[in-house]
């Protein structure tokens, strides 16, 4: 049995409509998985079945006259979290790989980070936002969501942090590596550079803060990642970086704190 993403738009919200599609699933030996609104007038379901009933159940609701069903497809990733959240996860037209949020929504941006976090191989993640919007600590929650270890090779969560060295299991490709595009682009330790430049190489998940100002030392492109989150205080919130480049705790590489670890 597999499953499936059944999402219909409601026509006319009559009593009882619910019911009545249930109990057309339940006739087809179909399982319900789970039910959510996803918007005012769509629902959302997650069903288990085989092909010849899903096959079956589509040519009925087909002919129904309250509602029209907009998607049927094997559930991806923003299917489950928009059933278990009720509303979709904004995504760019353009560039389908940027995902926007705002901070309402941290609780959905911390279960879409964990489910990418699960999974094996590489995978590049940009964090875009404005300062104190609540990026770093999304991370480290979707990290301990997904039952893994986070090693900072750059913050500015408690203060300015450059680390040149890992020890022992913090090069495991279980970990996730996360650091701060501005604090690593200006950066003149050498040594830092050299350890970013072998994380990057290594398997498994690094999430990068700030990723445009990353960019801007020349070794990487936006295109190398799988990943954009922006995350906004607000709707309509530009995200810039002319307060960080006018900042003079940035205007320096003796500014940052190093630390041998």
């Not at 096959?55 to 998607?71: D, G, L, N, P, Q």
């Not at 770093?136 to 060295?165: D, G, H, P, Y």
């Not at 701060?180 to 072998?198: F, Y």
């Amino acid at each position: 049995m597999n499953e499936w993403y059944f999402e219909y738009e409601i026509q006319f919200n009559r009593p009882g409509l619910l019911g009545d599609i249930a109990s057309l699933l339940g006739m087809l030996r179909i399982n319900i998985v789970s039910v959510n609104g996803v918007d005012e007038t769509h629902r959302g379901m997650l069903v288990r079945s085989d092909e010849t009933a899903i096959a079956r159940f589509r040519s009925i609701v087909a002919e129904m006259e309250h509602i029209s069903f907009t998607k049927f497809r094997v559930p991806k990733l923003r299917d489950r979290l928009a059933v278990r959240h009720g509303h979709y996860i904004a995504r760019d037209s353009d560039e389908k790989n940027t995902f926007r949020f705002v901070r309402d929504e941290l609780g959905i941006l911390v279960d879409f980070l964990a489910e990418l976090f699960k999974r094996e191989g590489h995978c590049l993640i940009g964090v875009r936002g404005m300062p104190r919007v609540g990026k770093t600590e999304s991370v480290v929650a979707a990290s301990v969501c997904a039952n893994k270890k986070w090693v900072f090779l750059s913050s500015t969560m408690i203060k300015q942090t450059v680390r040149n060295q890992l020890m022992g299991d913090e090069f495991s490709p279980n970990n996730i590596f996360i650091l701060d595009g501005v604090v690593t682009a200006r950066s003149t330790d050498e040594r830092h550079t050299q350890l970013v430049r072998e994380i990057m190489r290594l398997p498994g998940t690094k999430v990068v803060e700030h990723p445009d100002m990353f960019v801007q030392t020349g070794e990487y492109q936006l295109s190398d990642f799988n990943y954009i989150i922006e995350l906004r205080h607000h709707d309509g919130e530009e995200i810039t970086f002319e307060m960080l480049r006018k900042n003079d705790m940035f205007s320096s590489g003796n500014a940052f704190d190093s630390f041998n670890f």
